[in-house]
């Protein structure tokens, strides 16, 4: 079946920096992926729409300049948290809708980001 | 209102228990929905879809009560790996962007 990987799954970096997460469409196109952010026991937060060849869309609050998303190729998505903070600490996933009727959707593994 | 509400729990029940769960929606012309469970610090899964008529597979049973704007989820005789995060999940009409619910804890203990 289809799968979505998400890389890396877990990942430590000091305040400041930037953190690139990347989620790939293995064995179909995608030319939409959603990327969402959850927090420990809360429901998982659409933070954007990311299209394959245009601008992100996103959702009310996300900061575009710090949450940068591309998505130059139709089996990749990436998300940059840039000058990463503490708060920004968090369970990031990406998902993909399938081709196939339904409304499927295929969720990448989930990246832990720890900033410290 | 919340386009998709769940009652948190955490339910906990012990094995071999019958549980269910409710999940409410807001907007009348949602189209599909989707029962996922979400193992802890892991990607959400997908669980069954749920029909208008109905959705039986193995122990769990999934309805849609559309007059009522709410979907339900049935597990009979719980098992200790039942124990999870159910997330129900639902397509606004003329939508691909899905709405999750904030998922509903299930603890089954022996």
């Known amino acids: 079946g289809a799968v979505v990987s998400q890389h890396p799954s877990r990942v430590i970096c000091k305040s400041g920096t930037s953190v690139k997460i990347e989620c790939r469409s293995l064995?179909?196109?995608?030319?939409?992926m959603f990327w969402y952010r959850q927090f420990p026991k809360k429901s998982l937060m659409l933070m954007a729409t990311?299209?394959?060849?245009?601008?992100?869309?996103?959702e009310q609050g996300v900061e575009k300049d710090k949450f940068l998303i591309n998505h130059a190729s139709l089996t990749l998505s990436t998300l940059t948290v840039t000058s990463a903070h503490p708060e920004d600490s968090s369970f990031y996933i990406c998902?993909?809708?399938?081709?196939?009727?339904?409304?499927?959707?295929?969720f990448g593994e989930g990246s832990w980001l720890t900033v410290v | 209102r919340k386009e998709v509400e769940q009652d948190p729990g955490p339910f906990n029940v012990p094995e071999g228990a019958t549980v269910a769960f409710n999940c409410t929606y807001s907007?009348?012309?949602?189209?599909?929905f989707f029962w996922y469970r979400q193992d802890c610090r892991k990607e959400p899964k997908l669980l069954m879809s749920?029909?208008?008529s109905g959705n039986e597979d193995g122990r769990f049973t999934a309805q849609l009560n559309r007059a009522s704007q709410y979907i339900s989820l049935l597990i009979r005789d719980s098992k200790l790996s039942d124990s999870a995060t159910y997330l129900c999940v639902v397509f606004p009409g003329g939508s691909y962007i899905p709405t999750f619910g904030r998922g509903t804890s299930l603890i089954v203990h022996p």
């Open positions: 998902s993909a809708p399938g081709t196939g009727t339904g409304n499927t959707i295929y």
């Open positions: 749920v029909y208008s």
């Open positions: 990311s299209n394959e060849g245009s601008k992100a869309t996103y």
């Open positions: 064995d179909f196109q995608a030319t939409t």
């Open positions: 907007n009348s012309a949602s189209q599909s």
